[in-house]
T-cell receptor, first 115, second 114 residues
C-alpha cells in the first residue's frame, strides 16, 4: 500500500516555542491531507483538511492561528504548533489518500510534550 | 451531521475465540465508506477492512469480516480466532463522500487473554 511518513515521532519542547510536524506521502501525490489530534485513550479528532496550494480548512473549535498548516507541494503538508502550551501536549497524526482508493493511509504519528 | 457510535469501551475475549465489535453510524448521504482501524500502543493506525455503502457483499479480510447491515446502519467488526496480538484499540470510521473526511468513533479496547 501507499506510504505516509510523519516526522518527528516524538518531540519535547518548552512552553512558548513552536514545533513543526511534517507529513509526507512517499509514493503518491496527495492534493488533500488530514490532520488529527488524539488525547490519551480517546478518539481521533479531525483538526483540519490540508489543501495543496490553498488555505487549510479547519474544523470548528480549532484555532487556525495556533495550528498553522502549510501544504506547499503534492507530497508534503506541515503542521506548526505555535507558542505551544502544556495543554497542546497530545498525539498528532496525519493521513492522506491517493485518490480512488478505499483506504486512507496514516503517518506514524507525533507525540508532542510541552513542558 | 455524520456520526459514528461505538458503545463498547472495552471487550475481553479468550484466545482462539471470535469477538464482535459494534459500530453504528448515522448519515444522510447515500454514498459513504466504512472503515475499521486497529491502533496498538505504539499509536500507528493499521487499516483492517473497508465496506462501501453500495457493496452487496460483506467485506472480509483474512480473520476480519464486517457485518454490514445497511437498514440498521451498523457495521460490526468480527475477528475470528483471536490472537494475543489482537489486543489493541479498534476504531470504526466513516468517510464522507464529498469531502473525504474520516470521522472516527470513540473506539473499543480489545484485550485477548490466554
Amino acid at each position: 500500500g501507499a506510504v505516509v511518513s510523519q516526522h518527528p515521532s516524538r518531540v519535547i519542547c518548552k512552553s512558548g516555542t513552536s514545533v513543526k510536524i511534517e507529513c509526507r506521502s512517499l509514493d503518491f501525490q496527495a492534493t488533500t491531507m488530514f490532520w488529527y489530534r488524539q488525547f490519551p485513550k480517546k478518539s481521533l479528532m479531525l483538526m483540519a483538511t490540508s489543501n495543496e496550494g490553498s488555505k487549510a480548512t479547519y474544523e470548528q473549535g480549532v484555532e487556525k492561528d495556533k495550528f498553522l498548516i502549510n501544504h506547499a507541494s503534492l507530497t508534503l503538508s506541515t503542521l506548526t504548533v505555535t507558542s505551544a502550551h502544556p495543554e497542546d501536549s497530545s498525539f498528532y497524526i496525519c493521513s492522506a489518500d491517493p485518490g480512488g482508493n478505499t483506504e486512507a493511509f496514516f503517518g506514524q504519528g507525533t507525540r508532542l510534550t510541552v513542558v | 451531521a455524520q456520526k459514528i457510535t461505538q458503545t463498547q469501551p472495552g471487550m475481553f475475549v479468550q484466545e482462539k475465540e471470535a469477538v464482535t465489535l459494534d459500530c453504528t453510524y448515522d448519515t444522510s448521504d447515500p454514498s459513504y465508506g466504512l472503515f475499521w482501524y486497529k491502533q496498538p500502543s505504539s499509536g500507528e493506525m493499521i487499516f483492517l477492512i473497508y465496506q462501501g455503502s453500495y457493496d452487496q457483499q460483506n467485506a472480509t479480510e483474512g480473520r476480519y469480516s464486517l457485518n454490514f447491515q445497511k437498514a440498521r446502519k451498523s457495521a460490526n467488526l468480527v475477528i475470528s480466532a483471536s490472537q494475543l496480538g489482537d489486543s489493541a484499540m479498534y476504531f470504526c470510521a466513516m468517510r464522507e463522500a464529498l469531502t473525504d473526511k474520516l470521522i472516527f468513533g470513540t473506539g473499543t479496547r480489545l484485550q485477548v487473554f490466554p
